[in-house]
């Protein structure tokens, strides 16, 4: 159609304004719609994973005991034997790598529960106090579990190498019923809030299931192995990085937010429409 | 204030849909039928529009769902998945399960069939609660309409056992999950639950001997779908006989319907109403994930995820089961199971009553006359004060349900909450009530009725010289009618849009 005749054909449809109002909104959510449905279709295929490993920073055990004394001996006492707070003697790099770079120590009252932060102190300065705190453990002939080690998942099932399918169903069964089957959290009871895992690394993932932060449980080599705990990792990974193929994940709870924004958000701008639409005569 | 081309194009018009209904009339003699459905009158009101909403939800639930049963697999035996999805990949599950991840994965456009499917069922069930509500707090349910309120209400139960059977066909974690709470209510149910489980499930464990999905499909996109259907139309019909309501003002009589003509202002209408239906439930169904299926994984009796609740509709129900203390009785050497009284006994009773309510409402106004002009809710405080205690308990029941998903927003612990919520049931539904009590009377006594405001309006002159009326109550159909020059001249009923009860 040329747009003239266009034109004359709206002339002669006669649209009147009131009407023409009364088509627009309608016409614009449709098209909207249509466009939305487009680049959904376009854009569904999920992106490769990705996973980058960085270099383990030279450390200096040294720098580590002089942080741990300006921060962590109030508490921990002198040489991690104990104080106010439990003993760290005994509980290896995997802890303090996790309560560290969680964010979780120090700790600003021994009555507070820890909770995620930002880190307080640099990555370097981190390694240099894990260092630390393992040798502790060595020095004792105590040496706790170390930091574990995240293989990346394989797309095939190959020996030694983890895949998503077990990734989720080990998670489904260990994990899901904390921390919610799409990983955003919980509660326990007493008040325990189980925190999100979805902007956990795998490194911290691994090492939350073997330290099991308080109230968490914690998974041993014999409950899982090193690469169940990898495949678990990955898949974490794999759930908070890749884009939810439905669109928006409104906060990934589940039927609730889903009821409040069909409730609230769909049946509301219906309600706004036949209110429009509704008095005209 | 149209032009001479301008009416001869109307009246070109008027001729050609003329023509087109006289070969209508010439080989189904239905002129006379239709000439009286397009003249029929509809209230200019928004509220009445609300249960079209829920009718057009039916509409798109039904063609959304036509399209996701050609590729749905209602069947419990196990298949291992190799497909698209990658953390399915290699798992085993049911031949149901994997339909419905093909369905999300594989097939073209049945991921936003199937989320559109859904959204559609969530605002389908709340336009039908908004509906009733406003049949509800305004009267309409009086005489002679008790018959539609009983239809109504039919209606709301079977959309809400359709909801629950679609929510339950995936398989999936929370689908067993709630299926796996239903198998206990139903096995609570004294003398014969255990019978009824066993038989409705096949085997006397659950999951049951995989009889089950084939049955929940037929029910699903069968016999609930087709009961709404017949119900729908009933409740139509009896609309259609009965004429609507309307709000009391001027002009307006216990046996008159004022408002606009099904043809041709209402058909624009109610169609911009389908069309912003339609826009919503897609515009949701594409930018906006609900249930993904592929992250709760197949059911398995072993896991559980936080977090996993109903949808809306049936979250009352879950609430009630949170809340219901951990009482037991034994009666005739029968125990009957906890589950029984929140699961079955409570919404029994509270259905009973919203059933009844027609009859008990003349037994409280001891009216039992015809009435075609609505209540403002204002004007029955007691009604509306009952009404809106009645939603505060269901608010507090669904707000149950969802205990820990608000602890961890609030910080509170979910005991506290659970507790809170247990006196919810009574403190909410009196303070509420109490409240839109004193509400409607300190409304009542502010205003003036109506039907007592004087009708027309107040000529004015202003600073030009110019005459208008302000305050004019109608602002004149018969204008509108005539200006967009769409009435056929001198064909059927006169300009003004009402007729007699
Ligand atoms: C499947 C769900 C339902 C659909 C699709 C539906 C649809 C409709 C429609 C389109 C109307 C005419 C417009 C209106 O008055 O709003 C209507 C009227 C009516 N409905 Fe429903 N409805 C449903 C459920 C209910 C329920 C749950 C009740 C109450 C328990 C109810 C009671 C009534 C009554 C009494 C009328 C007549 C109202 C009047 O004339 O003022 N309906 N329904």
Known sequence: MKPGQWSSWLSRARLSPERRRLLAGPTAVVGLSVVAFSVLLWASGAPAQTQAASAPPAVDIAVGEALYNAHCESCHGAGGVGGVAPQLVQVGAAAADFYLSTGRMPLDSVHDQPTPHTPYFSKAQIADIVAYINALGVEHGTPGPGIPSVTPACAEATAGCPTLSQGQQLYLMNCAQCHDASGSGGELSHGYVVPSLRSATPTQVAEAARVGPRPMPSFGPGQLSNEQLSAIADYVHYLSTTPDPGGLGIAHFGPVPEGFVGVIFGLGVLLVAARLIGNRG | ?501
Not at chain 2, 246 to 273: C, M
Request: neutral net charge; glycine residues 10%; contains cysteine.
């Open chain 2, 1 to 501: 204030m149209s032009t001479l081309a301008e009416r001869a194009a109307a009246r070109k018009r008027a001729e050609r849909s003329q023509s087109a209904l006289d070969w209508l009339d010439d080989r189904l003699g239905s002129s006379k039928w239709l000439r009286s459905a397009m003249d029929k009158i509809f209230p200019d009101h928004w509220s009445f529009m609300v249960g079209e909403i829920a009718m057009y939800s039916f509409v798109i639930l039904v063609a959304t769902g036509i399209y996701l049963t050609f590729f749905y697999n209602a069947s419990g035996a196990e298949v291992v998945y190799h497909g698209p999805y990658r953390p399915l990949d290699g798992q085993k599950m049911t031949i149901a399960y994997e339909s419905v991840i093909n369905l999300s994965f594989s097939v073209r456009a049945g991921l936003i069939m199937r989320q559109a499917h859904h959204w559609a069922a969530l605002i389908f069930i709340a336009a039908i609660v908004f509906h009733m509500g406003r049949i509800f707090f305004t009267g309409a349910f009086r005489r002679p309409r008790e018959v539609n309120w009983v239809i109504g209400t039919t209606l709301l139960l079977t959309a809400m056992l359709e909801g629950f059977s679609g929510y339950s066909l995936p398989d999936d974690l929370l689908s067993g999950g709630g299926l796996r709470i239903l198998y206990s209510i139903v096995q609570s149910v004294p003398i014969v639950g255990t019978w009824l489980a066993a038989d409705l499930w096949g085997g006397n464990t659950f999951p049951g001997n995989g009889d089950f999905f084939p049955r929940l499909f037929v029910l699903h996109e069968f016999v609930l779908p087709l009961t709404l259907a017949g119900l729908l139309g009933a409740h139509l019909a009896v609309l259609w006989r009965q004429k609507h309501t309307d709000f009391p003002g001027p002009g307006k009589t216990e046996h008159n319907i004022v408002g606009s003509r099904l043809w041709p202002q209402y058909f624009v209408k109610t169609n911009a109403l389908l069309l912003f239906v339609a826009g919503v439930v897609f515009g949701l169904g594409g930018l906006v994930q609900i249930n993904p299926v592929w992250v709760y994984g197949p059911y398995e009796a072993a896991r559980a995820s936080s977090g996993t609740q109903p949808d809306w509709y049936i979250g009352w129900l879950d609430g009630a089961l949170r809340l219901w203390p951990h009482w037991e009785f034994r009666s005739f050497g029968h125990e009957i199971p906890n589950p029984f009284f929140p699961g079955i006994l409570i919404p029994g009773i509270l259905f009973a009553v919203i059933y009844a309510w027609p009859w008990l409402d003349k037994r409280i106004y001891r009216d039992y006359g015809e009435h075609n002009l609505l209540d403002r809710p204002r004007d029955k405080p007691l009604r509306t004060a009952l009404g809106v205690a009645a939603l505060a308990f269901f608010v507090d029941l669904t707000l149950a349900s969802a205990t820990d998903l608000i602890g961890n927003a609030l910080g509170v612990p979910f005991e506290t909450l659970i507790e809170l919520m247990q006196y919810g049931t009574f403190v909410a539904p009196i303070v509420a009530g109490v409240v839109a009590f004193r509400v409607c009377v300190r409304l009542q006594r502010g205003q003036v009725h109506p039907i007592q405001r004087p009708v027309g309006g107040i000529m004015v002159r202003d600073a030009r010289g110019g005459y208008h009326t302000v305050g004019a109550a109608h602002d004149g159909h018969e204008a509108s009618a005539e200006e967009h020059g769409l009435e056929p001249a001198g064909a059927g009923p006169p300009a003004g849009a009402s007729e007699a009860h």
